[in-house]
């Protein structure tokens, strides 16, 4: 059976393979190293089987997907589309917002609620959890959501 290769980097002139199925596996990755240099658009391979990564150094301009295409019809590995984000599960609103927060541009309210989950930190940390780590919480998770909800 073919492998798999998951394309890890791709930039001009330099293309990063993992083929997991693969790793340690010497013999495979010198016939992929062997092969892949014989191919006219490329300027050099490494291989490293411990990691299951395949670099090519590419000369340009290359179309890398007709040199993949090849390698699959010499049974080297077929490349398979990386996972997309989609496929991970969705964050909880404030948890994305805060995310956010170390975005370019973020609002000044961003920066007040960060003080304010750190302020309800120490007061948790302190053991007044009843009023001001509650309080300092409520506050900062109303300025993540936009200021949306009851007062």
């Known amino acids: 059976m073919t492998a798999l290769a998951l394309i890890e980097h791709a930039s001009p002139g330099r293309l990063r393979l993992r083929v997991a199925s693969r790793r340690g596996q010497a013999d495979y990755f010198e016939t992929v190293r062997s092969h892949l240099a014989a191919e006219p658009a490329v300027r050099a391979v490494q291989v490293d089987p411990r990691t299951g990564s395949v670099l090519l150094l590419l000369h340009a301009p290359t179309d890398t997907a007709a040199l993949l295409r090849r390698a699959a ?10 996972p997309s984000a989609q496929d991970s599960p969705e964050l909880p609103a404030p948890l994305r917002a805060l995310g956010r927060l170390a975005e370019p541009g ?5 920066l007040l609620a960060l003080t304010l989950l750190a302020g309800a930190a120490v007061q948790g940390w302190r053991g ?4 001001p780590a509650i309080t300092l919480t409520w506050y900062a998770l109303q300025l993540l959501r936009g200021g949306k909800g009851s007062s």
Do not use: K, R
């Open 73 to 82: 019809q010499h049974g080297l590995f077929t490349v398979v589309a990386p």
């Open 106 to 110: 973020t609002a000044g309210g961003g």
């Open 128 to 131: 007044q959890v009843a009023a």
